[in-house]
């Protein structure tokens, strides 16, 4: 099979979230790349059309519309405060649109294998045979689609499956259904079993504080947004607001968390209480043993159902590239601000970020910082030379807290200790910011067309500021 040259150019595997991010800010720093996803659309896990997305049809953002955006692209102003999965595919299909990303995106287009070739590039086999040369990588192609699935003794003789395979509640119909695993999707999966099924349960396998999306009439993360306390200030603030808020999560049956309020992801969820307060959801802790259909817990009880959903997580997995090219933390690669590989100064990786805020953001300013990096190797060498000592650094960015001990904390940071490193890190190279408050690539508006040929609505309005895409929802 011959080879076909694209050295001088990146490319960027995905077309969610972080991959439109990592296209935007190529295409205004003016570096060649090439985009592929094995999807028939931009969208990612937002697409609930794909087999493997892990959405449902509950599904809303865990963060506000308000404090996460598309960094520059604000969402529609109908949007409701936590659009629903339907509203934020379309808003990434409306930003792929207006900055024209569909022009250099292969859709329908999956890699099969990656390696590095004896020059330093990568070679990227394609599945049909074809074989690229690229010159270095974005890869963008999520961490949640690949299931973890945990090992427990025994045998269960019921129905599994793994939340990523769930899709709606008509599962549950006519069921005992026990949900393991407490995140935010087995919470609203957890809702979701606790209205349809003849009987449900929640195990987990630890405490949680669980934070109401509202507070005091506002999305929980604006509210959070609006309180500039010290950190030692803050955690005791929250964790008594949630006291007046939520009350003692032992009123509920529901074990007292041992970490404080902001050392754990949080879990954007009080439907929770609402149903094991009202007797539709039950609290189990968590397994200890299969036998049958019998479920046996850690303290002793025991309780039979016909079908369990696991909602325990995701393995980090590149299934076309070999892991050896990444030391690794817990689940994660080993990666400079969770994106930049420490020893390749041609590989970014986007998606991976654990914090406790809205991610849109940080891959935009991740981006970013891998463009100028890119620009600065081939134009000013000594500064490059001086970020790729940095890029082996391992800054502490937990803004002063301690993490839970788990796989998913490993590389947790802060979201506000992580923006001002990030800031600091672009003000001490003079770097641009290319995404955001980079030029628009979008053409005029007679050229803007979506792939079926309709003309698309001008973001810019007369007043010339950039502005939600979206009209009213139809009828």
Not at 85 to 106: M, V
Request: aromatic fraction near 12%.
């Amino acid at each position: 099979m011959s080879l076909t040259d694209r050295s001088d150019r990146y490319l960027v595997i995905g077309a969610g979230p972080a991959g439109l991010l990592a296209a935007r800010a190529l295409g205004h720093a003016g570096i060649p790349y090439d985009q592929l996803d094995r999807n028939p659309d931009v969208g990612g896990i937002w697409d609930i059309r794909n087999d493997w997305s892990p959405m449902y049809e509950s599904a809303h953002f865990i963060s506000s519309k308000t404090m996460s955006p598309l960094p520059g692209y604000p969402m529609p102003e109908h949007y409701p405060d936590y659009p629903g999965h339907r509203q934020i595919f379309a808003y990434l299909q409306s930003f792929a649109r207006h900055y024209d990303l569909y022009r250099n995106l292969e859709l329908e287009t999956s890699v099969e294998w990656i390696d590095r070739d004896d020059g330093g590039a990568w070679r990227v086999r394609l599945r049909g045979g074809e074989t690229r040369r690229y010159r270095g990588l974005f890869i963008c192609s999520g961490n949640t689609w690949d299931p973890s699935w945990p090992d427990y003794p025994g045998e269960f003789t019921g129905e599994t499956m793994h939340s990523v395979s769930y899709r709606n509640d008509e599962v549950f119909r006519g069921k005992r259904v026990l949900v393991v695993g407490g995140g935010n999707s087995g919470c609203d999966i957890a809702c979701d079993a606790a209205i349809r099924a003849d009987r449900a349960a929640l195990s987990l396998r630890r405490a949680y504080h669980f934070i109401p999306k509202y507070i005091f009439g506002k999305p929980a993360d604006v509210f959070a947004d609006g309180v500039q306390l010290p950190r030692w200030l803050e955690v005791r603030v929250f964790e008594l607001l949630l006291r007046f808020v939520v009350g003692d999560l032992r009123r509920y049956g529901l074990p007292r968390p041992d970490h404080r309020v902001m050392e754990s992801h949080p879990i954007l969820n009080t439907q929770v209480l609402h149903h094991i307060g009202h007797g539709d959801l039950a609290y189990r802790p968590d397994v200890a043993r299969f036998e049958g259909k019998t479920v046996h817990f850690t303290d002793g009880s025991r309780d039979d159902f016909d079908l369990i959903v696991f909602a325990t997580g995701y393995l980090v997995t590149y299934p076309f590239l070999d892991r050896s090219h990444f030391e690794w933390v817990g689940k994660y690669p080993d990666l400079f601000l969770s994106s930049l590989h420490r020893e390749y100064d041609d590989v970014c990786c986007l998606g991976l970020h654990q914090t406790d805020g809205s991610a849109f953001a940080f891959f935009d300013m991740q981006a970013d910082m891998m463009c100028n990096f890119i620009l600065d190797q081939e134009r000013d060498p000594a500064r490059a030379e001086r970020f790729r000592e940095l890029k082996r650094s391992r800054p502490d960015l937990r803004g002063g807290l301690r993490y839970v001990d788990s796989d998913r904390h490993a590389t947790y940071v802060k979201k506000a200790a992580f923006e001002r490193y990030c800031l600091k890190v672009f003000r001490r190279f003079g770097w641009k910011r290319f995404g955001s408050e980079g030029r628009s690539t979008t053409r005029s508006l007679s050229d803007r067309v979506s792939p079926g040929g309709r003309a698309l609505w001008d973001p810019r309005g007369s007043s010339g500021r950039v502005r939600s895409p979206l009209g009213p929802p139809r009828a």
